[in-house]
């Protein structure tokens, strides 16, 4: 069983440009959420997609968007950037059922470091 | 909208101390209460939730609704506590699912 990937590890954009950041869900999961984490901040959550559709949605403005595929893994898009973008992206699966009583723990990525400039 | 407080952004006790991370929290319903810890160079990982009750790696949590807080506590300090600590909370979505809101964090030193 494999946890969590994130591609790139890092990378660095330049104000303006867009940016996409990849998951990869841990096995049997179906769940994925995204988080930003500014220096010295807590994770923010940004959305969360659960069977493709998204279900759920942070304070972040519509240029932050996202796409879950068949395989449950999972994309961020984020245009104009913007230099407050700069920040650690989590990703963290995990599993979901509808109308179910339990609760399911979400696993964390190691996270993409994004920096613009 | 909810939040959640974590007043101390760092605290330092001796080996063998005991040690409390304090986390207060607004919120109109019932949530889920969460600690999640990232030691040095690891990933967040998932210490504990209030709903499951239970003591992991000598830590307990208790929800105290009349207070709204969640305070992470452990009675005797180990130096491997040393890390980041995060406290979090989530409304139930029914799914299974939830969606984390965390405070700022509160680094734990243990001295030797």
């Known amino acids: 069983e494999t946890g969590v990937t994130q591609s790139p590890t890092h990378l660095i954009k330049t104000r303006g440009q867009q940016v996409t950041l990849r998951c990869s869900s841990q096995?049997?999961?179906?769940?994925v959420s995204w988080y930003q984490q500014a220096l010295g901040q807590g994770p923010q959550f940004i959305f969360q997609?659960?069977?493709?559709?998204?279900?759920g949605r942070g304070n972040f403005p519509p240029r932050f968007s996202g796409l879950q595929f068949p395989n449950y893994s999972s994309e961020l898009n984020v245009n104009a950037l913007e230099l407050d973008d700069s920040a650690l992206y989590l990703c963290?699966?995990?599993?979901?059922?509808?109308?179910?009583?339990?609760?399911?723990?979400?696993?964390f990525g190691p996270g993409t470091r994004l920096t613009v400039t | 909208a909810q939040r959640v407080t974590q007043p101390e952004k760092l605290l330092s006790v001796f080996k063998g101390a005991p040690v409390e991370l304090k986390c207060n929290y607004s919120?109109?319903?019932?949530?889920?209460l969460f600690w999640y810890v990232q030691y040095s160079r690891q990933r967040l990982q998932l210490l504990l939730r209030?709903?499951s009750r239970e003591s992991i790696k000598g830590f307990t949590a208790d929800l105290n609704k009349g207070e709204t807080s969640f305070h992470l506590k452990k009675p005797f300090a180990q130096e491997e506590d040393s890390a980041m600590y995060y406290c979090?909370?989530?409304?139930?979505?029914?799914?299974?699912?939830?969606?984390?809101?965390f405070g700022k964090g509160t680094k734990l030193s243990v001295i030797p």
């Open positions: 096995s049997g999961h179906n769940t």
């Open positions: 919120y109109s319903g019932s949530p889920e």
């Open positions: 209030h709903i």
């Open positions: 963290a699966s995990s599993q979901s059922r509808p109308f179910s009583t339990l609760i399911y723990e979400q696993y």
């Open positions: 979090a909370l989530s409304p139930y979505s029914g799914a299974g699912s939830y969606q984390l809101t």
């Open positions: 997609y659960y069977r493709e559709e998204e279900n």
